[in-house]
């Protein structure tokens, strides 16, 4: 039996112990549905081997090879991943467009007697949706940008609105990017599977309750935002940290200690600013690396580079913006700055600018 999804909840609410991508890896590896497990039916090689032979050879000698790759897979999950589902297991399966791979798979798991399923239309019916969700929709409820020179702290206080209850968008977690140069935190989803994460925490807001995001460029390290969202980015109003340089400078040595502990990487990324500074200011931050004065290293990485930067940017913006001072960013100083944060954007959503 196949199953239309019409919402991207649609399937939360249908509780399948299991969702199996049969696709091929590297098929899954580019974007799947979030908490399916892969279970490929034709591997990266037999899928393009079937292919060719489908378009080179003949439909029929590939169908036929395609049953006996399939077959021979299926026998493996059955004997491995699967070897342990009990008689009650309800599975939804799911392939690139709900075809044969799906179908056959499914066929074999229903033989054995358990209530199986497919999505119609397979990953693309699902990739409609998500497209939908970022694409065609504008974004449900009011959206409020958290805005502040870089080392502001802006990612960790929207942790703590997060843990306030406050709608947020953390599109460098979803992105698992810092959004700088120097903020790369190991390998980037796909643009695809980025999209379907936004998919998801758009599809859950609450269209009657604020939504605030962090101030981000229209990329967050190779990322793209869809036009809807950066579009309400740009017109929405804005609370903006203002932040000693020094405290920012210890903020960041703190915040970015992976990137300091590893002296080569660091270098790398500090020489990546050649074509916008001269030789000699290179070489000193080079040399503030080496010498782990990693503080030095931030307050002149900001002074002469970000903060020019991100006044530029500004100066181009023409939307309310309320500013919150603050001395530090310990611990406390952030829990403080949160509540005040959240108070300000109680009152944007309102309609009062503190």
Not at 57 to 74: D, H, I, M, T, Y
Not at 169 to 178: C, T, V
Not at 210 to 237: N, T, Y
Not at 289 to 309: K, S, T, V
Request: hydrophobic share 45%; glycine share 8%; aromatic share 6%.
């Amino acid at each position: 039996m196949a199953v239309t999804l019409r919402s991207l909840s649609d399937l939360a609410a249908m509780g399948f112990d299991d969702i199996i991508d049969v696709r091929a890896p590297a098929e899954y590896a580019e974007d799947h549905v979030p908490g399916a497990i892969s279970l490929p039916v034709l591997d990266d090689t037999e899928r393009a081997r079937v292919g060719t032979i489908y378009s080179q050879e003949s439909p029929f000698a590939a169908r036929k090879l395609g049953a006996a790759l399939v077959a021979r897979n299926a026998a493996k999950h059955l004997e491995g991943a699967l070897a342990d589902r009990p008689g009650g297991w309800r599975p939804l399966v799911y392939c690139w467009r709900g075809g044969q791979r799906s179908g056959s798979f499914a066929s074999i798991l229903s033989q054995i007697g358990w209530r199986v399923e497919v999505i119609a239309g397979g990953y693309k019916a699902w990739r409609a949706l998500v497209i939908e969700a970022v694409y065609d929709r504008p974004v449900a409820g009011p959206v409020v940008v958290l805005d502040g020179n870089t080392g502001s702290a802006k990612t960790e206080l929207l942790a703590l609105l997060a843990a306030q209850g406050m709608q947020v968008l953390d599109l460098e977690g979803m992105a698992n990017h810092r959004g700088s140069l120097f903020g790369a935190m190991g390998p980037q989803p796909s643009q695809r599977a980025f999209e379907t994460r936004l998919a998801h925490a758009l599809d859950a807001l609450d269209p009657g309750r604020p939504v605030v995001v962090e101030a981000e460029s229209s990329k967050v390290g190779d990322c793209r935002l869809p036009p809807q969202l950066w579009k309400a980015m740009v017109a929405a109003p804005r609370v903006t940290l203002q932040v000693p340089r020094a405290a920012r400078a210890a903020y960041l040595a703190r915040a970015y200690g992976d990137l300091t502990e590893d002296g080569a990487r660091l270098a790398e990324v500090v020489g990546k600013l050649r074509p916008a500074h001269s030789a000699e200011v290179i070489e000193g931050w080079l040399a503030l690396a080496d010498a782990g004065a990693f503080a030095d290293l931030a307050e002149g990485l900001m002074q002469h580079h970000y903060d020019p930067r991100y006044e530029k940017h500004r100066s181009r913006m023409n939307c309310p913006v309320v500013e919150l001072e603050a001395v530090g960013l310990r611990e406390a100083d952030l829990l403080a700055l949160a509540d005040r944060v959240a108070k300000a954007v109680a009152q944007i959503s309102h309609g009062e600018m503190p």
